[in-house]
C-alpha cells in the first residue's frame, strides 16, 4: 500500500492522543494547588477536545484505507509518549504537558505532514496541520501561565 508509511504515522498520532486523553483525565483528577479549580476545568476542556481528535484521527485513517489501532495494548506499544509520569502538582504537571505538546508538534512537523504531502493528501495535511496549530496556541498558554507565577 502505497500510503502504509502515512497510515502508521497517523496510528502512531492515534496512540499518543490516547495516552494524552488519559493523561488529561488523571490530571483532571488528581490536580493539587493554588489554582485547582482553573486547572481541573482546563484539563476537562483539553481531554474534550482530544477525545474529538481521537476519532477525526481514527477517521482519518479508514479514509485513506488503514486499519486505526483501537486497543490499549497496541496504543502503548505505537505511542511516543509516556503514560502520565508526574506528581500532581501543577507545575509539573504543566511542564509535562509542553513537553508532550511539543513532541507532538515536532512529530507531525518532521513526519506526518511531509508523509502526507509527498502523496498529495491534502485532507490529511490540513488535519495535522490544524491539530499543530491547537497545540501550539496549548503550549503558548501554559508557557504563558508559568510565567505567570
Request: aromatic fraction near 10%; charged fraction near 25%; proline fraction near 2%.
Amino acid at each position: 500500500m502505497e500510503n502504509q508509511k502515512l497510515v502508521n504515522f497517523l496510528n502512531q498520532l492515534l496512540s499518543n492522543y490516547f495516552i494524552m486523553y488519559v493523561k488529561l483525565h488523571r490530571y483532571h483528577w488528581f490536580v493539587q494547588g493554588r489554582h485547582f479549580f482553573q486547572l481541573h476545568e482546563k484539563m476537562e476542556e483539553l481531554y474534550t477536545r482530544f477525545a474529538a481528535d481521537i476519532d477525526e484521527i481514527a477517521e482519518r485513517v479508514l479514509m485513506i484505507d488503514g486499519k486505526p489501532l483501537a486497543t490499549m495494548s497496541k496504543y502503548l506499544k505505537e505511542a511516543t509518549l509516556d503514560e502520565a509520569n508526574a506528581d500532581d502538582k501543577e507545575e509539573e504537571i504543566i511542564q509535562q504537558l509542553i513537553h508532550d505538546f511539543a513532541q507532538i508538534i515536532s512529530e507531525m512537523k518532521q513526519t506526518g505532514i511531509p508523509l502526507a504531502g509527498e502523496l498529495n493528501d491534502e485532507p490529511t495535511s490540513d488535519l495535522l496541520i490544524t491539530l499543530q496549530g491547537q497545540l501550539e496556541k496549548d503550549v503558548w498558554m501554559l508557557k504563558a501561565y508559568i510565567a505567570y507565577e
